[in-house]
């Protein structure tokens, strides 16, 4: 899970793709990058947060010097491939681009056919990176500089389009003789979110709505699945090519987790879903208690749900001291020192009390477990647990990294089935815990709409997968184990 943005204008672009991947920060902390175009090439990317771009420079104007044109992308990574380590984590950062033509990209989502992709591609990978699986094969599919028009980009975006297996909201920066081209391109379920605007004449392409909206964008819509666009300043109207006609089929964790609340995806509202959740838990899975205390910060909004719905009032009794997503962090200890350090219990609102925390997921189990001990440290009675999302079973493949079947509290692995409840209680020390069920899940998303589906892959594996994905996703899971991602076995 990533976060890009592009921008086509008729000035500089550096400083509002700064500002645009500050506000992606939340999808990806691994590592950041961007590129400007104006004729020349300007790449910059590193390993760690958007600030890292900047460390170097006095002020915003001098980095926007050392960065001229009027167009370029950026990207905020969410590690789903690669090593963990520092410099691997620098290296594999995107965008990445080649020359001869020129070709920039990045991309949201996972991509898990790469090593069927390799070997049609006349370029070897020069990072262990998968946006590689988008990148040569849509530079082998180019022309020469000279001819490039949106006829070619279109043409060689569609090739692309019928060998890659994934998930992938993609951004493209080439350019033809007569100007530069910022292209996006959905996967033809558009599994990840992708929205664009025009605000003075320029052109915004990014991964959530939120986004456009802090950079000025008034109006936008959501990039179709399956398309391919592109977008020329002061021209109010983009090009599209919708080049795959399926269904849409949009992740459910975008909606309870990965997303900024203040976003709307498919004109669906991500904050109501998760408040419209919370009001669920508190109907399916009620419970006697002195105070509601969210998780900060994505439980925050399943907390006042649950609140309205039972009338038990909301405290903040947990105070969250960074910025940093336990959840998206690379390593399990990593997750595991984010979680114990970035959370304090306030005991003047705990102590005493029967308390209900509210989150978005229980996954490993790893940031929920803490929080407990910490409640019941500051003077908690009881803690009882209510999870805004059903329980995950299964490994997504399209984005989210999770490389082992094993790493799902919710799973005895043993007999291949979901746990009961009352004994994943236990092992993270709760006295009750109550998860969504998957038909209040898809109802606070879509409610009767038929105008897209839902992917819940990883919590009806592998029925939750679109269709035609089901039977490869299978036989990803058995390669998955000892630490490994299946697809890079």
């Known amino acids: 899970m990533c976060g890009i943005i592009g921008i086509h204008g008729p000035s500089n672009v550096a400083v509002e793709l700064y500002y645009g991947l500050l506000a992606l920060q939340h999808r990806g902390q691994s590592s950041v990058g961007m590129i400007t175009y104006d004729g020349n090439i300007y790449p910059d990317k590193d390993a760690g947060l958007v600030t890292q771009l900047t460390k170097k420079y006095e002020d915003l104007g001098k980095f926007e010097d050392n960065h001229p044109g009027p167009i370029g992308i950026g990207h905020t990574r969410y590690s789903t491939s690669g090593r963990d380590d520092i410099s691997s984590l620098k290296r594999n950062a ?72 994934g998930a992938y909201s993609t951004l493209f920066l080439t ?179 029967d308390v209900v925390i509210t989150d978005d997921s229980l996954i490993r189990g790893t940031n929920i477990g803490r929080v407990i001990r910490k409640l019941r440290e500051a003077g908690a009675k009881k803690v009882h647990v209510r999870i805004g999302c059903p329980p995950v079973m299964g490994p997504c493949y399209l984005g989210i990294d999770m490389r082992s079947k094993m790493e799902f509290i919710a799973v005895d692995h043993e007999k291949n089935e979901l746990r009961n409840w009352d004994d994943i209680a236990k092992d993270i020390g709760a006295d009750s815990l109550g998860y969504s069920s998957l038909k209040s899940l898809k109802s606070a998303i879509k409610g009767a709409s038929d105008e897209f589906d839902v992917c819940t892959g990883c919590l009806d594996f592998p029925g ?26």
Request: proline residues 6%; glycine residues 6%; hydrophobic residues 35%.
């Open 175 to 353: 350019a033809g003789k007569v100007r530069p081209f910022l292209v996006a391109m959905t996967d033809p379920y558009k599994v990840r979110p992708m929205v664009m605007g025009m605000a003075r004449d320029t052109w915004y392409i990014a991964s959530e709505s939120v986004v456009l909206s802090r950079l000025g964008v008034k109006k936008f819509q959501d990039v179709d699945s399956g398309s391919i666009v592109t977008v020329n300043p002061g021209e109010d109207k983009p090009e599209v090519k919708k080049v795959c006609k399926k269904k849409k089929c949009l992740c459910m964790f975008e909606y309870i987790y990965f997303a900024d609340p203040a976003s709307w995806i498919e004109k669906v509202s991500v904050h109501k879903v998760r408040t419209t959740l919370g009001r669920c838990l508190g109907k399916e899975c009620p419970v006697k208690a002195d105070i509601v205390v969210p998780v900060p910060e994505s439980g925050r909004r399943y907390g006042i749900g649950f609140s309205h719905e039972t009338g038990i009032p909301l405290e903040e009794g947990l105070k969250k001291d960074r910025k940093e997503r336990a959840f998206i962090m690379q390593t399990q200890q990593q997750r595991e020192t984010l979680a114990e350090t970035n959370l304090s219990a306030v005991d003047a609102a705990i102590d005493g009390k």
């Open 94 to 165: 995107q965008p990445e681009y080649l020359v001869n033509p020129f070709v920039a990209a990045c991309h949201n989502g996972n991509i898990y056919n790469g090593k069927e992709i390799l070997p049609v591609c006349q370029r070897s990978p020069r990072t262990a990176c998968d946006i590689q699986f988008l990148l040569l094969p849509m530079s082998q599919n180019l022309p020469s500089f000279v001819t490039i028009d949106f006829d070619h980009i279109v043409e060689a975006g569609k090739n692309v389009m019928d060998i890659i297996k």
């Open 464 to 489: 939750g997968y679109p269709t035609d994905m089901r039977k490869e996703v299978e036989e990803l899971y058995t390669k998955s184990g000892n630490g490994m991602r299946a697809y890079e076995c």
